[in-house]
């Protein structure tokens, strides 16, 4: 069996709710066992232009699936959950992306699955909740730690202020929360 983790973020309707459901139907394969979810993070857009801000979360399983099979479920869940693939010029709003961040060490440039995900290193909303529930896991090819490309990440938004940019959250909306 392979350990992999999932990013998984969401910026259209119930964001947590979204997060939550694609997490319960990815357990609901006999081939997949849930390890761990993070905690969600209220993220600002990068790469797109949008007013909606993500919820973003990891999670970590345990799978008997190939990383092609995988990123296969993973396409199923958000087509599942509304999720429309359109070619478009820029990255579009979604209610549901699930990204196949590691699985193992397995290192791949195939087009159809790239191993690992080849911006993990400059993602804030990607590192911070992987360093929340893996703090140790090694990039394969970087053979850095979450928790030192964290670290170097954070560094590079000295100038900026990255917690308004990567905020925790909880998963059950808290009284007076505003997102959005």
């Known amino acids: 069996?392979?350990?992999?983790?999932?990013?998984?973020?969401?910026?259209?309707?119930?964001?947590?709710?979204?997060?939550?459901?694609a997490w319960r139907r990815l357990g609901e394969n006999d081939a997949v066992s849930l390890l761990a979810l993070s905690g969600p993070y209220r993220t600002e857009p990068v790469g797109m232009e949008s007013t909606n801000w993500f919820m973003n979360?990891?999670?970590c399983i345990r799978t008997t699936l190939e990383p092609e099979e995988l990123l296969q479920q993973l396409?199923?869940?958000?087509?599942?959950?509304?999720?429309?693939?359109?070619?478009?010029?820029?990255?579009?709003?979604?209610p549901l992306?699930?990204?196949?961040?590691?699985w193992d060490d397995r290192v791949s440039n195939d087009p159809r699955v790239i191993l690992p995900h080849p911006e993990i290193v400059r993602r804030l909303f990607v590192l911070v909740p992987l360093a929340?529930?893996?703090?140790?896991?090694?990039?394969?090819?970087?053979?850095?730690?979450?928790?030192?490309?964290?670290?170097?990440?954070?560094?590079?938004?000295?100038g900026a202020r990255p917690e308004s940019q990567v905020r925790k959250m909880s998963w059950t909306k808290e009284t007076g929360e505003v997102l959005p």
Do not use: W
């Open 1 to 21: 069996m392979a350990v992999a983790y999932i990013g998984l973020g969401s910026n259209l309707g119930n964001r947590r709710e979204n997060l939550l459901q």
């Open 57 to 59: 979360a990891v999670g």
């Open 75 to 94: 396409l199923a869940i958000e087509a599942s959950l509304g999720r429309k693939r359109e070619r478009a010029p820029a990255p579009q709003d979604r």
């Open 97 to 102: 992306d699930l990204d196949l961040l590691y």
């Open 132 to 158: 929340e529930i893996g703090p140790d896991v090694r990039h394969p090819v970087l053979q850095k730690t979450s928790l030192e490309m964290l670290a170097r990440c954070r560094a590079e938004f000295s």
